[in-house]
């Protein structure tokens, strides 16, 4: 009754706010406040019950978000931050992992042993094979939690490439990269400028669980486009500034963040300083005494993954279009960092939120 009452307040908060709604849901209402309760108990005791609450979580992530998902965006939605999801982890699927684990820390007696084989049967069957874990080897080492969610994540993950389309296998692979989801964990500030619109949020959520954001609409800025459905057209049309606007806003917030650091650094370098004076701007960051006493001359690009001459590639290996990106910067950069003493440093985002190489080092 208790969990009911808060899921009715929160789609109250939705209302109003579905950014903060989302946050309240993914903090205070799911698995993580009900883990003690799955160490304790017998999956396969109340997994009715379990199974009724993760229906009930979707149902109030529906309805304070207004966002509806399939049970594929849904699927993935489940899943930790790591692998891309929203980390609205099921109830159902993780209490195996979290009985199994709490019986291994704290001890056996003969009717936990037994108890420990039922949750490994009902544990054994959310994972391959060759992932499956052995009463045996429970009982000799204890087994972390987190160990055993991470294979039921992995296996989910798998079976959810097995079965998208080439452009979502591209974008799965992107949002599960290192960094792609962190924006997903960030508590809402407006005073911060950590805080989206409503409409903006649900957009996001949509786009990034693979939903339909404006399929079969007409670009409004280049009426020859189709906005596709996956975004691409969205987010890479050149058309009305957007692109510029996106660019400078990385750039500013890089250039503030180096500048908290201390660093003395100039915006937008390099232009026309050559001997030719021929060169265009090589830097959009001018960081000094970055490497071996030179300056780093940052440049900053966004590309996307979906681009028709990386896609078949990025849908076998994530960050192929932002290891692209930066092979071309630093055959256009290197010869005018060269010669100006700098050292080139590609600073490359794919839009589905993976970071090159080279940035995040």
Not at 111 to 135: D, G, I, K, M, R
Not at 205 to 223: F, R
Not at 313 to 335: F, M
């Amino acid at each position: 009754m208790e969990a009911n009452a808060l899921l009715l307040h929160i789609e109250e908060v939705g209302s109003v706010d579905p950014r903060v709604a989302f946050s309240l849901l993914r903090q205070c209402a799911g698995f993580c406040k009900l883990a003690h309760l799955a160490h304790g108990t017998l999956p396969s005791q109340a997994m009715s019950a379990l199974k009724a609450f993760d229906e009930d979580i979707r149902s109030c992530f529906s309805r304070s978000t207004s966002v509806d998902t399939s049970d594929q965006a849904w699927q993935q939605a489940e899943l930790g931050l790591s692998r891309g999801g929203l980390g609205m982890r099921s109830l159902s699927r993780h209490s195996p992992a979290a009985y199994i684990a709490s019986l291994s820390s704290s001890g056996f007696s003969a009717s936990s042993e037994h108890h420990l084989a039922q949750a490994v049967e009902v544990f054994n069957c959310l994972v391959p094979s060759s992932e499956a874990v052995c009463v045996e080897d429970v009982l000799i080492s204890p087994i972390l939690q987190k160990v055993l969610s991470n294979k039921v994540d992995n296996h989910l993950f798998n079976l959810l490439m097995e079965n998208s389309s080439p452009a979502d296998k591209v974008r799965l692979l992107s949002v599960s990269s290192p960094h792609a989801a962190s924006w997903v964990s960030v508590i809402p500030s407006e005073g911060l400028g950590l805080h989206l619109q409503p409409s903006e949020f649900q957009v996001a959520i949509k786009w990034w669980l693979g939903l339909d954001t404006a399929g079969g609409s007409m670009c409004a800025l280049c009426p020859e486009s189709v906005l596709d459905s996956f975004g691409h057209h969205a987010l890479t049309c050149r058309r009305g500034g957007d692109v510029v606007t996106r660019h400078n806003k990385l750039r500013n917030t890089l250039a503030e963040a180096c500048h908290r650091a201390h660093l003395s650094v100039k915006v937008e370098a390099g232009c026309s300083l050559t001997h030719d004076h021929s060169h265009s701007r090589a830097a959009d960051i001018l960081v000094p005494n970055w490497s071996v006493g030179k300056p780093a001359a940052f440049d900053i690009s966004v590309t996307s993954p979906l681009n028709s001459k990386v896609l078949l590639e990025a849908g076998l290996s994530a960050g192929v279009a932002a290891r692209a990106t930066e092979q071309r910067k630093h055959e256009a950069n290197d010869g005018k960092c060269k010669e100006l003493g700098w050292v080139c440093v590609p600073m490359v985002v794919e839009v589905c939120g993976a970071w090159g190489a080279e940035a995040m080092e």
